[in-house]
């Protein structure tokens, strides 16, 4: 039995299915021991190059020296206090109000999920109002809110499709859910629930479906469209903050909203997530004397997030770590199409700066919908070949990979020989 077999039967004991969050239940399964800059390392010794990047936190490379050291630097001389605010905090919410546009003021907690959660609430107390718009295949955390159609099996498409059981049925129908890229769906839901719509919350890229860029003037449309009927824009910048630029997908996109939420890729792995926005809406939370809005939690602001996110920002400050994973981004997007061409493979590669997936059809999808068409039994064969051979991307249907700061040209390289070959062997079959 190998080391990492012997290691999830025994997780299987303690733990359900051996894991800690659902879809860590893949096939293979797999037990990583060791992190390094591009590559991990199984519990047998395997190397693999890292593309899953632990869904994206990781913009720099796993246990990157720069940061661990500031947090090191950081937790011999203090951690947590529960009282007041520390010169960590200040210095990282400094840096996050000067570079993301829609960030006057910002909160720290622990997750992406937490976030999402205070920003809905918050609109709903700035507007009072209940209901919230998401879109058809985003993702915004596990809470009931907006645990609903998520990756909806295809004819659920668009239903009632409740993510989980035991969540509260008011909360999954005081969720509406749209199709991406589609604003006269968005209008005409606003238009039908006028004035009951406290916000609508956005991932700028799907990037939980792979990746999907909105057409032109679509994120423009819904900015127009939340102030034309009162509701708060909220984007989801969880996955697209930080990797795609230092101050978000909104400054890529030239569109501000009124709050935006982020995590991953701001502390290249460590735990911190945080949610900004305008200071009229924000001093609504009762971190502020007067505030009606809660916000708490036991370790926001802890020492080893806000020093590992500063020193995240630091190097996205000082070093070319946006010029580095986007040119390669762009490498392998090319080099991939030019693969799929050679071989005469029908699909379609989509991507935005360090982050790309390729669909299976043969067409580039805008919606959800659309991935009906990329053929799923191929994506997940293609990726567990690419995983035999060392290439780890998550084996799942329509995920996305990233590179990082750590991979070199000769990773994106090895990666197509591999790639190329893989394909080769799948389509012979
Ligand atoms: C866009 C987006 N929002 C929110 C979340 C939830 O973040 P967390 O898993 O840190 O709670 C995720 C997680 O994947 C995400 O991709």
Redesign the pocket.
Same mark, same amino acid.
């Given at each position: 039995m190998s080391k990492s077999l012997q290691i999830h039967e025994e997780s299987k004991k303690y733990t359900p299915g051996g894991v800690h &969050?659902s879809i860590r239940n893949v096939d293979p399964f797999l037990v990583f021991t060791k992190g390094e800059g591009a590559y991990v390392y199984d519990a047998d010794g395997k190397k693999y190059i890292d593309y899953q990047a632990a869904? /994206?936190p990781f913009i720099l490379g796993h246990n990157y020296p720069y940061v661990n050291n500031k947090v090191i630097e950081a937790i011999g001389r203090t951690d947590l206090y529960g009282v007041g605010c520390t010169d960590l905090e200040v210095e990282l919410a400094r840096k996050i109000c000067t570079h993301v546009p829609s960030s006057e003021q910002v909160l720290f907690c %622990?997750?992406?999920? =937490?976030? &999402?959660y205070h920003a809905i609430r918050l609109s709903r107390a700035v507007t009072g109002r209940n209901k919230l718009i998401k879109f058809q295949g985003?993702?915004? /955390?596990?809470h009931d809110y907006?645990a609903r159609n998520m990756l909806s099996d295809w004819d659920m498409i668009g239903k009632r499709d409740p993510g989980s059981a035991g969540m509260m049925e008011e909360a999954i129908d005081n969720t509406l859910v749209c199709t991406f890229n589609d604003l006269e769906d968005v209008e005409r839901t606003l238009r039908e629930n006028k004035e009951q719509v406290a916000a609508l919350i956005v =991932?700028p890229i799907?990037? %939980?479906i792979g990746c999907i860029l909105p057409e032109p003037g679509f994120l423009q449309g819904l900015r127009d469209l939340c102030t034309q009927y009162g509701a708060l824009l909220i984007f989801? =910048?969880?996955? !697209?903050g930080f990797r795609h630029h230092i101050g978000g997908f909104q400054k890529v996109a030239g569109v501000t909203p009124d709050l935006t !939420?982020m /995590?991953?890729a701001m502390a290249n792995g460590f735990?911190i997530?945080a949610v900004a926005g305008k200071r009229e809406y924000m001093k609504r939370f009762n971190t502020e004397k007067g505030g009606d809005v809660w916000f708490a939690g036991t370790y926001n602001g802890h020492a080893v997030g806000t020093a590992a996110s500063i020193a995240t920002l630091e190097m996205m400050e000082n070093e070319p770590v946006h010029e580095h994973i986007f040119r390669l981004g762009e490498k392998m997007r090319s080099g991939l199409r030019d693969i799929h061409d050679r071989l005469g493979v029908e699909a379609v590669v989509a991507g935005f700066g360090s982050v790309w997936t390729t669909y299976f059809m043969n067409f580039m999808p805008k919606n959800y919908t659309d991935l009906k068409q990329n053929n799923a039994e191929l994506y997940v064969a293609y990726r567990r070949k690419l995983i035999e051979k060392g290439i780890f991307k998550m084996p799942m249907n329509i995920k996305r990979n990233h590179v990082s700061y750590s991979h070199t040209d000769e990773d994106i390289d090895t990666t197509l020989t591999i790639t190329e070959a893989v394909l080769k062997e799948l389509l012979q079959k």
């Open positions: &969050t869904f /994206g %622990n997750s992406g999920s =937490e976030a &999402t985003c993702y915004h /955390g596990w907006v =991932e799907p990037h %939980n989801d =910048e969880v996955i !697209t !939420t /995590g991953k735990p997530a």
